[in-house]
């Protein structure tokens, strides 16, 4: 048999192969099994996500709050079409439109692919800057927003994302606390002694606890000074509450003056009290005067 001129350079490129596995070469069945036996050796390589893992929920919540600070905490969920992990978070704490405090927040939480992933952080920072703030705020009434803010680092496939984030959260203005006098009562035991009892109380108007670290105090009788002192050293009023402070003060010839007879005989007393509740930049002067009606003498 002769070969054919198309058969000859097949068959010197082929050396012995013969011509009909160069059919076999040339033939659509044998083209379509090369081409899925490709695709099959594919089919174990990574993928890459074919979109970016993104945020599905987000808030901020006040976990607690005192008069000049607050703990804020960021709860988020964030889901991937891919294997990654959320590596941190770089936020900023925001109060009242004002950023008082930048950070970074290590996380390290792992996605998979498809379902949601908590994702936490806290972080406490003052929105308080001074006395005289703390004053206008006070004043102001009302709500103060708290927010955080920032981007959350994810990592997949070798790659570095960014998700930007924000939520903020209402919270109650905090209020300067007021001095009153609580309850005052004076007892006559005799013509030249009278014994007042004074309680003065420190009324909070906050939804949280109120830290003190004194309250001063000057009582006087009659426009004479009988006693002074300091109150509430590093208490704690509970919120909305009232914490009560007592100060007895005795009215004799020895504390008031050899004219004391004169004026307890008079069966009522003019008092007055005055000083300053102090705490972390709290400082509320007050001024309290009255009259005290005596009892009969025991």
Sequence with gaps: MVDSLAEKP???LLGVATLSSVMRLRS????LAVVLSLCAGCASAPTRPSSPAVLTAQRTVVASQGLTDALLRYEAQVTSPGEGVVERADYELVADGQVVKTGTAKLDVALTPGAPADVSFEERAPYVKNADD???LSAQGGTLLLALRGT???RSGGQEQTIPFAASRAARMPR????VVEELDGARYSD?????NLRLGVRNPNPFPLRLEGLTWTASVAGKT???GTLARADTVDASATGVYPVELAVTKDTWGPEVKALISK????YGVMGEVTGPLLRVPYSLTGEVKLNVSR
């Design 192 to 196: 030249e002694e009278v014994q007042l």
């Design 267 to 270: 069966g009522l007393l003019p």
């Design 10 to 12: 097949l068959r010197g």
């Design 226 to 228: 009988l006693g002074s």
């Design 152 to 154: 959350l680092i994810v």
């Design 176 to 179: 300067l606390p007021t001095v």
């Design 28 to 31: 659509p069945m044998f083209r």
């Design 134 to 136: 703390l004053a206008r």
